[in-house]
């Protein structure tokens, strides 16, 4: 497949961060060309490009795609209760009909609001990689591990499963098996000493919750004497493969061992604020010690959207407020983190997170024709502080359109939609 954008405003976020007027060609799945001169190219797609802004599809790097069924279900709660009451109840009705639902939902939000990738982590993950494999999008898909039974496993089958998905889908153009155990409280040394195991044996990225609460730091404390990074570090978790989801509670000498040993970290700014949480994870000191560090959304049951524009303005505002320096993290560094940076944390800034030659043709595009974003002095300033996930309209995979001027053309809008309804509905009943 061929697709010629012409006449656009693009943000390269290649290694300069050109900001060009000009034509995007794109050929099979890559970008062959991002050209300042009019490009005079035959294309099975020729979209115009005035009024649009053209960069990188976002890379959300923490989530739990089929939460979308608990949007707004257990909202303005404590943690503990918000979990016991609401969460922990629906996940044990949980199969395979009501994942496929919630994974489907999950997928048409990101394509409209111009995900491109996401770094999962749930049960059923096997049915969420036929689902994401057939909507077209790019997963990054974790199998999680944790010391009890899962809705689709008994706790002793875990590990042979995440074995096999992982043989299953590893040389898949779009997914990507991840092993995820949940957290070093919820899972045991030797759960945690396995799970490298896997990751190493099979040359994948592992991703876990690490240091979210403080309650989770003093548990961890208590249970084994050392704090969630120390923990990991001593089991040997702490390497470059491994991605850290929210770490809104680690110390300086914390970041250090994170830098040392060339892990990423994920920042949920939205889920935490909205959980109260009480931490803020230290994104100035962490880009300071050159550690990768990408931007998440979480799950939608305490998001409660997955819009990665929403959660790139929180970022930029949270570190400023916390910091009372409005200075901190300026535009172009968080427009970083959620291209380049989600890129880097999973390991494949080479092909993904920038618009150049050779690269793989993840891009959005983004109708500024809009009064919120009229007028326009600056497209970073907007992407931060302005533009709205539904300002997308056109979304690429692999240089494949899976929207298309606002129109879907990988999923059913209308069967999504309903089908969520229904299967909602049955789950909270």
């Known amino acids: 497949m061929s697709i010629l954008i012409k006449h656009s405003t693009i943000l390269t976020q290649d290694d300069s961060r050109q900001q060009i007027t000009g034509d995007l060609y794109i050929e099979d799945h890559l970008i062959v060309e991002c050209s300042k001169t009019p490009l005079s190219i035959e294309a099975e797609y020729k979209i115009d490009g005035n009024h649009k802004l053209v960069l990188p599809g976002l890379i959300n790097t923490h989530t739990h795609i089929p939460m979308t069924l608990l949007r707004g279900y257990g909202d303005d709660m404590l943690l503990g209760d918000w979990l016991a009451k609401r ?26 609001s111009g995900t491109t990738s996401f770094l999962d982590m ?36 875990l590990l042979p499963q995440c074995e096999q998905f992982i043989k299953r889908w590893k040389d898949n153009p779009l997914i990507s098996p991840v092993v995820a155990p949940h957290s070093t409280y919820s899972c045991r040394p030797e759960t945690l000493e396995k799970s490298l195991e896997i990751a190493t044996t099979y040359q994948v990225p592992l991703h876990i919750h690490c240091s979210e609460t403080r309650a989770e730091i003093y ?6 004497g050392v704090r969630p990074v120390e923990q990991l570090k001593k089991l040997g978790l702490l390497q470059k ?7 809104g509670w680690i110390t300086k000498n914390e970041i250090y061992d994170i830098k040392n040993a060339g892990v990423a970290v994920s920042h949920c700014p939205v889920s935490n604020l909205k959980i109260a949480t009480g931490g803020f994870t230290p994104v100035p000191e962490l880009l300071d010690a050159c550690v990768p560090v990408g ?11 997955l819009d990665m524009f929403e959660t790139i303005k929180f970022c930029a505002l949270v570190q400023k407020n ?23 944390c999973l390991g494949v800034e ?46 690429i995979v692999n240089g494949v359109p899976l929207m298309f001027e606002k129109k879907f053309l990988t999923l059913d809008f209308e069967k999504t939609i309903e089908y969520a309804k229904k299967i909602a509905l049955g789950l909270i009943s």
């Open 87 to 112: 969460i922990w109840p629906v996940e044990a009705k949980l199969n395979k009909e009501s994942i496929k639902s919630g994974a489907e939902l999950g997928l048409l939000e990101m394509i409209a």
């Open 122 to 157: 749930y049960f059923f993950e096997e049915t969420i990689a036929k689902v994401t494999e057939k909507a077209g999008m790019r997963g990054f898909l974790g199998f999680a591990l944790i010391d009890f039974d899962t809705p689709e496993f008994a706790a002793s089958e």
């Open 219 to 224: 548990d961890v404390q208590k249970k084994y």
């Open 241 to 247: 493969g491994t991605s850290l989801a929210h770490c």
């Open 295 to 305: 931007l998440g959304t979480d799950g939608a049951a305490s998001n409660n959207t």
């Open 322 to 344: 916390h910091r009372w320096d409005p200075t901190v993290l300026p535009a172009q560094v968080v427009v970083d983190l959620a291209t380049r940076g989600g890129a880097s």
């Open 350 to 395: 080479q092909v993904l997170g920038s618009l150049k030659e050779g690269t793989i043709a993840d891009v959005i595009m983004i109708d500024l024709k809009k009064p919120h974003l009229t007028p326009l002095y600056d497209p970073l300033s907007h992407l931060v502080y302005a533009i709205r996930g539904a300002d997308v309209c056109t979304t």
